[in-house]
Every structure is written in structure tokens, then in C-alpha cells.
């Protein structure tokens, strides 16, 4: 693993789990990566043939206990490491401006008084200079996809006192990206470095992230899943009306392509639609009494004539 830069991609994030995961956890999670990338699977969506082999290699290390209490130990001494290696680094605080702000021509004039552009640069090739500052900064899922602004407060490191700065976002921003701001990391004489921020991505209400993926939980009905439904489901661009056919299977999961959030190619990743079978229990004599019926129903239906 690099120790400076970015942070290479963990197992656990390979499977997209945490830390603190079950073995039960870690199975689910292969199973559900593995219906997506496996290369013999006809639903396989993976473009990168190496890729179900990490998947596959993290799963062998966390599913065995031994293995997997070797690795954490690495990934602690690997962490100590670093923070001796590396400088204090403060995390750069967004504030989200306030209702009432926007009524106060002062304030609003001050916000914008210092725009300043973020460009996506390749956290694996930075090399960190002596007058350069690293901190983070959290947005939406709904954010990485277009041009935003946020308002920021530069790190002491950076030479000011609580500076806040606007700081315009560029879109199209992929997991575990960095932003390059020229100029505004610490000063030395007539020299000043950059800042550097990396972008993280918030929990959201509705989606699970995997790799460039979303899914999106759906409960079915039995009826539903015998006859076919339409339901109104989030995307990251509002609500869509989705068609599910009858005779569904579970599991079973639907793909809407390029609803994801967008990889390092400018291309997006998909929106899985996880359909899940869920079987009411009868609340009435008559619910209980039409179960029955439509069981008899199949029986005759599978005696041989």
C-alpha cells in the first residue's frame, strides 16, 4: 500500500463492507458483488477481467479468521506509520450557508467574494510539497454529478484566520476523488502551495454504494410478482416510473444503465433495482381462506393428467 497520496483501495472496501463486518456480512456481500462481476455469469456487468479476482482474493482473507486478523494488524501498523509520517492534517469544514444569509446582501456579497475552481487531479501522482495543505470535504451523492459550490473554511496551515472561501466543485466527480485549489495552502515568504482536498461521498437515505454502483431495495409483493407491477423509485436525477414483467424470480435485479455516479473515464455506473420478495401472513380468515384455494389451484395444476 502507498503511504502518501491516496489510500489504496482496502479488502473490506474491495467488498464494501467495514471493519467491524460478520462473517455473514462478508459472505453476503461476495455473493451480491459476485452476480455483478463474475465472468461466467451472463448478467456480469464488469469491464475489468481483474476485477472479480480481487474481489474473490478479499474474500478468501476476511472470510478466514486467521487471515483476516493478520490483515487488520497491517492495516494498523500501515496506519501508524503514516501518522508519523505525516503532517497534522485538519479537516476542511463546510458550511452550508444558513436561510437567513440569503437575505443579507452582506454576507451574501463576502460568500462570493473569492471564487476559487477545484480541478480533479489523480491522487496517486500528487506529490506532496513541503507548503501544500490536505483536508476533506463531504457531499451528496446528488452533488458529484454537476457543478456545485461550497462554502469552506481554510485550515490554519493555510496562513488565515477562519478564511472562508467559495470553493466551485466541477462535476462529474468520481469516488474517492481529489481536488487541486492552486494557491491556497500554506505561505512562505513569496511562495505558497496548493490546498488539496479529498472528496468523500455522505451516507445517502435511499442508495448502497458499490464501487460505482447504486442499489436501491424494492419489496414485492407475491401478486406482484406473479402478474407484474409498475413502481416510482429515487434516482439521483428525481423520480422515474420503472415496469417490472410478471413472472419474476427472486432474487432478482434490475439494471438501469448509466444511473450511477461517474467513474474516472467520464462514464457512469448503474442503477441496480434489488427486487425482494416479501410474503404478507394472512390477517383475516378470508386472506387465509384464498391461500388455500390458490395452493389447490397449483396442486391440480402439477397432477399428471
Known amino acids: ?136 470535504v463531504e457531499i451528496s451523492l446528488e452533488e458529484s454529478l454537476r457543478p456545485v459550490n461550497v462554502t469552506i473554511v481554510l485550515p490554519p496551515e493555510c496562513g488565515a484566520v477562519q478564511e472562508k472561501v467559495n470553493l466551485r466543485l466541477p462535476g462529474r466527480i468520481p469516488r474517492e476523488a481529489m481536488l487541486r485549489v492552486p494557491g491556497q495552502g500554506a505561505a512562505a515568504g513569496s511562495q505558497r502551495g496548493d490546498l488539496y482536498i479529498e472528496v468523500v461521498f455522505g451516507a445517502h437515505p435511499d442508495f448502497r454504494l458499490c464501487a460505482d454502483s447504486l442499489f436501491y431495495d424494492i419489496p414485492v409483493q407475491p401478486w406482484q410478482a406473479a402478474l407484474g407491477f409498475e413502481v416510482t423509485i429515487p434516482t439521483l436525477e428525481g423520480m422515474e416510473r420503472v415496469s417490472i414483467p410478471p413472472m419474476v424470480t427472486t432474487p432478482c435485479i434490475k439494471r438501469l444503465p448509466g444511473r450511477g455516479i461517474y467513474r474516472k473515464s467520464g462514464e457512469r455506473g448503474d442503477l441496480w433495482i434489488n427486487l425482494k420478495l416479501e410474503v404478507p401472513p394472512p390477517t383475516s380468515f378470508r386472506a387465509r381462506r384464498l391461500w388455500a384455494e390458490l395452493a389447490e389451484e397449483y396442486r391440480r395444476g402439477q397432477r399428471p393428467d
Do not use: C, W
Request: proline share 7%; aromatic share 8%.
Open 1 to 136: 500500500m502507498q503511504t502518501s497520496g491516496a489510500k489504496e483501495t482496502t479488502l473490506y472496501e474491495t467488498l464494501d463492507v467495514p471493519a467491524s463486518a460478520s462473517a455473514d456480512d462478508i459472505r453476503r456481500a461476495f455473493r451480491s458483488l459476485a452476480f455483478l462481476y463474475h465472468p461466467d455469469l451472463a448478467g456480469a456487468t464488469g469491464n475489468d477481467p481483474t476485477l472479480f479476482l480481487r474481489i474473490r482474493e478479499a474474500y478468501e482473507v476476511l472470510i478466514d479468521t486467521e487471515k483476516r486478523r493478520a490483515y487488520d494488524e497491517t492495516l494498523r501498523e500501515l496506519e501508524k506509520r503514516r501518522e508519523a509520517e505525516r503532517q497534522v492534517v485538519r479537516p476542511v469544514n463546510v458550511e452550508r450557508p444558513r436561510p437567513r444569509d440569503f437575505y443579507s446582501p452582506g454576507a451574501l456579497e463576502r460568500r462570493l467574494s473569492r471564487p476559487v475552481e477545484g480541478t480533479l487531479v489523480d491522487a496517486a501522482e500528487v506529490v506532496r510539497g513541503p507548503l501544500d495543505v490536505f483536508g476533506a
